[in-house]
């Protein structure tokens, strides 16, 4: 009996250990599994573009001819784990894309899947339906510092941003920042971000970084990045980032949000420079840089936007980005004015304004329809250094748009949004699209998007 009971003993001896070891387990995962969630979005994209055929040698020449004609069905998951021991999670996005109709004649168009399958083996014959993943990322914090590397992007300070489609692109790398709460006198957030490759939203496959001769290979981008909340709606930020050996990038960012006559208004001023390290010159001849300066406004229903900008990109691109690869789409940078008037209006000495007003009708037509519109002016636009056009050529380039917008404010829809946006966008030259020394500017252009948006919470 003494036998069996000692028999009994060693039998359950590993069990009892495993239940001693499975009660702190069961309480380190439970905020990884309680804290998780996985949301989701379905979109619906359609678009009609037509652009103005300036080639003289075309048989179209001054004719509008269909640029983009395609309708495409996206669905996207993203799970978002809790924190294992409170310190260390997983977060994994995809989407998927099935083109409904394709009639472009222009490819890639930016919200499917290309083709080829990454930038550097495209060859603009057309699209595809697929899947792929966004997101894969290990997430770590700890205190006032977090980590998340893998497949991932941007979230911190940095300069570093995305191209996005519905869905943003993808870079594979490393993010660290730490946030210091300073209590009434603010809050101080830093991190750093390194990337060795990048996707584009349209594209399955990673690609490594290359100067403007598409040739020469970037190891690695990196950026370094901070900002100042004081708490009292004042910011400031500050960031620098480099493709190594090759172009060293700057931004910095002040901005204010108070009222006005009890009404929110906000205020920002930005600055994006570049500094060619090569000394070829290649991309600029001079420290080039673009300012902005924001104002927004809202009364009742009534919300007004006034922006500006000026550009200085003297050299043989002929104009300013601030991705830190110049070429298109090998990486992206972080700029906080989006107008959505067809144009980036940054060509070399170019002045633009932007104006810009939203109606909530709620009250009036329906809960969640708004209407609005917009005007943008570009101006003096410099043509690049080099090749056979004029130097004393101005560039001059308008856009008026319109917006109409429904968001769903109950029910099992409710935020879904659906919005009509309309452009007519006017180069007031003579040149041929990205013709005349203009790399970055096309033709007249009459732009008809229609989009819905649909997110919903699985858990």
């Known amino acids: 009996m003494k036998t069996l009971t000692q ?11 495993l239940m001693l070891w499975a009660s702190p387990l069961t309480a380190l ?14 979109y619906y994209w359609q678009r009609h573009r037509e652009r103005k055929d ?10 509008y001819q269909t640029n983009l004609h395609h309708s495409t069905l996206t669905g996207a998951l993203d799970y978002q784990s809790g924190y294992l021991a409170d ?18 004649p222009a490819h890639p168009n930016e919200i499917s899947f290309s083709h080829g399958p990454s930038m550097w083996e495209d060859r603009g014959v057309g699209e595809r339906s697929g899947l792929d993943l966004y997101r894969a990322a290990l997430k770590l914090r700890a205190g006032d510092y977090w980590l998340r590397a893998g497949y991932i992007q941007p979230t911190g300070q940095t300069l570093l941003g995305t191209q996005w489609g519905f869905l943003p692109g993808t870079y594979q790398g490393a993010e660290v920042g730490a946030v210091y709460d300073f209590d009434a006198a603010g809050a101080l957030s830093l ?3 390194w990337a060795n490759k990048y996707k584009a939203p349209w594209y399955r496959k990673m690609y490594e970084f290359r100067e403007i001769d598409r040739q020469t290979r970037i190891p690695y981008l990196h950026s370094l990045g901070g900002k100042y909340d004081f708490k009292n709606g004042n ?13 060293d990038k700057y931004f910095a960012k002040a901005a204010r949000q108070t009222t006005l006559g009890d009404n929110p208004f906000s205020v920002s001023w930005q600055f994006y420079g570049s500094h060619d390290r090569t000394g070829r010159h290649d991309v600029y001849d001079a420290f080039a840089w673009q300012q902005g300066l924001t104002l927004g406004y809202q009364v009742d229903r009534y919300r007004f936007r006034l922006e500006g900008s000026l550009v200085h990109a003297p050299g043989k691109q002929g104009y300013y980005t601030v991705a830190m690869t110049p070429v298109y789409p090998n990486s992206a940078g972080r700029i906080d004015m989006w107008w959505d008037s067809r144009s980036d209006f940054n060509a070399d000495g170019e002045k633009a304004l932007f104006a810009s007003m939203m109606i ?8 969640g329809v708004s209407v609005g519109g917009s005007f943008a002016w570009g101006w003096d636009g410099k043509p690049a250094r080099g090749g056979d056009w004029s130097q004393q050529q101005r560039l001059t380039e308008t856009a008026i748009s319109g917006d109409v917008a429904w968001q769903v404010q ?18 007031h030259s003579d040149n041929p699209s990205w013709g005349g020394g203009y790399g970055n500017v096309f033709q007249d252009e009459k732009d008809i998007k229609f989009l819905m948006i649909a997110p919903f919470s699985l858990f």
Do not use: C
């Open 29 to 42: 995962a439970q905020g990884f599994i309680e804290d998780s969630k996985l949301d989701g979005n379905i």
């Open 7 to 17: 028999g009994k003993a060693l039998t359950l001896l590993p069990l009892a250990t």
């Open 191 to 193: 991190s750093w971000m």
């Open 360 to 367: 909530d009708l709620s009250d009036i037509v329906w809960p």
């Open 54 to 63: 300036l080639n003289p040698a075309s048989h179209h020449y001054q004719h």
């Open 87 to 104: 310190f260390a999670g997983v977060d994994v996005a995809a989407f998927a894309t099935w083109d409904l109709f394709e009639g472009s």
């Open 410 to 427: 109950s029910g099992w829809a409710r935020d879904t949004v659906f919005k009509l946006h309309l452009t007519a966008y006017n180069n």
């Open 235 to 247: 910011t400031l930020e500050l960031a620098w980032g480099e493709s190594p050996h090759y172009l």
